[in-house]
């Protein structure tokens, strides 16, 4: 009984920025990794940021030095800090994470519904 809902998407003009949210909810023991995937109209869904449990991070090339995931384990939540927003950067943004329901239960893979954000010129 887990899920995954995300918030703070909207409408933003070019060179702005937004933060976005993702928190756990539910009966769960552990989150391991977590990410932020986008999918833009007519694309493939692609990864834009992860972290793990400890903190480390990777980004796709093209949000690197803009944007910054990080997480508050004590709240079960993962953001994404977006800045210097692009109009590619228009996408529904999906928060993954990796969650396992007991200790020593393995882990399994959830997707929030997704938030859209739209970036003007």
């Known amino acids: 009984q887990v899920q995954l809902v995300e918030s703070g998407g909207g409408l933003v003009q070019a060179g702005g920025s937004l933060r976005l949210s993702c928190a756990a909810s539910?009966?769960?023991?552990?989150?391991?990794?977590m990410a932020w995937y986008r999918q833009a109209l007519g694309k493939q869904r692609e990864l834009v940021a992860a972290?793990?449990?400890?903190?480390?991070?990777n980004y796709a090339d093209s949000v690197k030095g803009r944007f910054t995931i990080s997480r508050d384990n004590a709240k079960n939540t993962v953001y994404l800090q977006m800045n210097s927003l692009k109009p590619e950067d228009t996408a529904v943004y999906y928060c993954?994470?990796?969650?396992?329901?007991?200790?020593?239960?393995?882990?399994?893979?959830?997707w929030g519904q997704g938030t859209q954000v739209t970036v003007s010129s």
């Open positions: 993954n994470a990796d969650i396992s329901q007991y200790s020593g239960g393995r882990y399994r893979n959830y």
């Open positions: 539910g009966s769960f023991f552990s989150i391991n990794a």
């Open positions: 972290i793990t449990s400890g903190g480390s991070t």
